[in-house]
Antibody, heavy 123, light 110 residues
Framework: QVRLKESGPRLVQPSQTLSVTCTVSGFSVTSYHVSWVRQPPGKGLEWVGAIWKGGSTDYNSALKSRLSISRDTSKNQVFLKMNSLQTDDTGTYYC?????????????????WGQGVMVTVSS | DIVLTQSPVLAVSLGQRATISCRASQSVSISSINLMHWYQQKPGQQPKLLIYRASNLASGIPARFSGSGSGTDFTLTIDPVQADDIAAYYCQQSRESPWTFGGGTKLELK
């Protein structure tokens, strides 16, 4: 059974660093890509970045300078770090598993999502 | 970045057909592969995959959901609409990074 669960602080001060952990079960992070997606309160979804099953990463260019995504394969965990947080970084942060590739063309849809962690940036 | 445009709200009656559209600022298809996907999100919940590659029903999703389209114009159809379908619906493209989502369409009851 595929599960993803995010954990991290609910409150972060402006200019500080956000650290969120995604712990997965039912699949290996060395077999499937994992992405981070965020959602400001009452607004839409924004793709943050991804870590490929091979370990390399891809980041949203709008956030790239502040982002780091890594993993611990022994614990089947993926980590998101975002620095220099501002109030507009407030929102729910989700990790999501990529679907299986069957066409030979990278498809990158998200077939399983964690429940998300709501992060508020405020002093 | 590829911009996806959705109408913010769609009002429907139970038992009727709902057609939700998504228009991309450039083609999201490669050969015959349409890199557009659809998600449902209910308040307080995470998004749920409904349709991948424009027309493929995700596992466990009822057959009253269907998707179509190619190039820049895509449609999610719900027929017939049930009370449990009242939610927000998002399209997402994976033609090029950064992968982007539409602004979402809230399905409401008339």
């Amino acid at each position: 059974q595929v599960r993803l669960k995010e954990s991290g602080p609910r409150l972060v001060q402006p200019s500080q660093t956000l650290s969120v952990t995604c712990t997965v079960s039912g699949f290996s992070v060395t077999s499937y890509h994992v992405s981070w997606v965020r959602q400001p309160p009452g607004k839409g979804l924004e793709w943050v970045g991804a870590i490929w099953k091979g370990g390399s990463t891809d980041y949203n260019s709008a956030l790239k300078s502040r982002l780091s995504i890594s993993r611990d394969t022994s614990k089947n965990q993926v980590f998101l770090k975002m620095n220099s947080l501002q109030t507009d970084d407030t929102g729910t942060y989700y990790c999501a598993k990529h679907g299986i590739e069957t066409t030979g063309i990278p498809t990158h849809y998200f077939d399983y999502w964690g429940q998300g962690v709501m992060v508020t940036v405020s002093s | 970045d590829i911009v996806l445009t959705q109408s913010p709200v769609l009002a429907v009656s139970l038992g009727q057909r709902a057609t939700i559209s998504c228009r991309a600022s450039q083609s999201v298809s490669i050969s015959s592969i349409n890199l557009m996907h659809w998600y449902q999100q209910k308040p307080g919940q995470q998004p749920k995959l409904l349709i991948y590659r424009a027309s493929n029903l995700a596992s466990g999703i009822p057959a009253r959901f269907s998707g179509s389209g190619s190039g820049t114009d895509f449609t999610l159809t719900i027929d017939p609409v049930q009370a449990d379908d009242i939610a927000a619906y998002y399209c997402q493209q994976s033609r090029e990074s950064p992968w982007t989502f539409g602004g979402g369409t809230k399905l409401e009851l008339k």
